[in-house]
């Protein structure tokens, strides 16, 4: 069973500590929810899930193994990563981003096999993507540039899949469709998936645990109903919001504007 843990990780940049002692886990088929105000170190927390943040003190483990101990290929194959921005300096097609996910998985010579290409195709399936396959990565909307960019991580086959809003740029049937995916494929190949989202609703329906972070430090890690309670979200992210439940879950909604 796949497991990624941050242990008591110190990191931030320079001369700035962002992260203050952080533990969190994720283990395969579970949908952890990083959420906090502007700031607060979210997405600095998933680089440091990542390899990608060298901690200054603390340790990042997949399944047991420190990820300093490891080499980035090998990072690479079991860990994907979908970022804020995606960027690129060739008008690549759709197809060839998305083929980008097999980089660390091809032979010696860097040449696709059959199993790379199916990996792509169903990738591109599973987002809705086949139609615009052939299309360069500049020709389409933000939100299909997104949908691509998830797919590239997709068709990575990793064990871990770490997401930094992956809704941005979406309209709402695809922000709801994307992370009703990406829950179906923690269930089905037991991925274990780390989303940093902004939106607490959002985040409420995807998380099987949500983690809130404030000020570099995790303040609360549990469910949704038992993380996103009034005085947590009155607290964490100020006042005028009020939490209601329904079906089960928290529901945040603003309060009456003065």
Known sequence: MTALAARAVVAGYRDREVLHDCDVCVG????????????????????????????RSGDVRLDGRDLRSLARREIARRIAVVPQVFETLFPFTVREVVALGRTARLSLFGRPSAVDRAAVDRALDELALLALADRTITEISGGERQRAVLAMALAQEGDVLLLDEPTAHLDPAHQLATLALVRRLARTRGLAVVAVLHDLNLAASAATRIVVIEHGRVVVDAPPLDALTPEVVGRVFGAGLE????????VVVPGALP
């Not at 600095?44 to 390899?51: E, P």
């Not at 939490?243 to 928290?250: L, M, S």
């Open 28 to 55: 395969a088929g579970e949908v952890v929810c990083l959420v906090g105000p502007n700031g607060a170190g979210k997405s600095t927390l998933l680089r440091a899930l990542a390899g990608l943040l060298v901690p």
């Open 243 to 250: 939490v209601e439940r329904r079906g089960g879950r928290p």
